[in-house]
């Protein structure tokens, strides 16, 4: 059986075999310890496009948003449609770290009902930001560039093609797989998995630190299919992470993806890293091991 890594934003100028040795040796550490089969490396690929994605959203994300953040409340806001996309995101993300709608308002000096009311303001979007950047493993720039990362793989239709020719040319067509992705990673997999003709050889797609469970993402999904479901035909949906984990903020509802399989969402992750979000420290956890192992090596 094939497995396919497939990892998720920030990995730009990295040597990608020293990525897949990363994976592989975090992975087969923790089947190891349960003293289970490892993974060959033979059997193991990771299909390498951040230098893609760094290059395809380098001046369109990363520039336009160091000159918003240097120009703060005075710049102007991204357009209307990313601007929501980015305020339900990093609003969701503050509520999770405990702030509060009253505090946002307090740092944006704004009246409170503009954050409860949810309406548009750039300057309430920064303010959230800053409040977040206090947080320790919580960085500014780095929910700011996820954020428009995800945005544009999922609105930039040419980028989005370009990213998954490059993973659905590393996953077989016949040859039975699973595909293990992490982050924007999880997006990239679902994308493809739900336009691929037949998924009969893939036999279980795990998903690690996955922001699937947003609803800001969760709408605007790439999918012809409404409402979202399943990746039909394939056996095992399971879904790990660590509750402290800002990009996985939620489970991954079944309510959101109907039919079969019915995500396993494991939600006691004690992932080490100092944003919690760490592709290692995530495959070091023994259930999520075992999950890999009880596919790739079935007793």
Not at 97 to 103: P, T, V
Not at 173 to 196: E, F
């Amino acid at each position: 059986m094939k497995v396919i890594f497939v990892h998720g934003r920030a990995q730009e100028h990295k040597e990608p075999a020293g990525l897949l040795v990363a994976w592989s040796n975090a992975a087969n550490k923790a089947l190891t310890a349960l003293k289970v089969a490892t993974l060959p490396a033979a059997d193991v690929a990771l299909p390498y496009y951040g230098d893609l994605l760094f290059n395809l959203t380098d001046k369109v994300s990363r520039e336009s948003f160091q000159s918003l953040m240097d120009k703060g409340a005075e710049a102007t806001s991204p357009p209307a449609e990313e601007q929501q996309f980015i305020q339900e995101l990093v609003f969701q993300m503050a509520a999770s770290q405990g702030i509060s709608k009253e505090q946002i308002a307090i740092e944006a000096a704004v009246n409170v009902e503009v954050v409860e009311k949810g309406i548009q303001n750039w300057k309430i979007v920064l303010a959230a930001v800053r409040l977040l950047n206090k947080i320790n493993g919580v960085g500014a720039t780095s929910i700011e560039l996820f954020t428009r990362d995800v945005w544009y793989y999922l609105t930039n239709k040419g980028l989005r093609l370009k990213i998954n020719a490059v993973v659905d040319a590393a996953i077989p067509k016949d040859q039975s797989c699973m595909i293990v992705s992490h982050s924007l990673g999880t997006i990239v997999a679902y994308n493809l998995l739900m336009n691929r003709g037949s998924r009969q050889n893939v036999k279980a797609f795990i998903t690690i630190g996955s922001p699937l469970g947003i609803e800001a993402i969760y709408r605007r999904l790439p999918s012809d299919t409404k409402p979202r479901r399943s990746p039909s035909d394939i056996p095992v949906w399971f879904n790990a992470r660590d509750p402290q984990d800002i990009v996985a903020l939620y489970e991954i509802p079944a309510e959101f993806y109907a039919g079969a399989p019915i995500v396993n969402n494991f939600s006691a992750v004690k992932n080490t890293s100092e944003n919690h979000h760490g592709i290692v420290e995530y495959l070091a956890d023994p259930t999520l091991a075992k999950a890999i192992s009880d596919v790739f090596s079935p007793a």
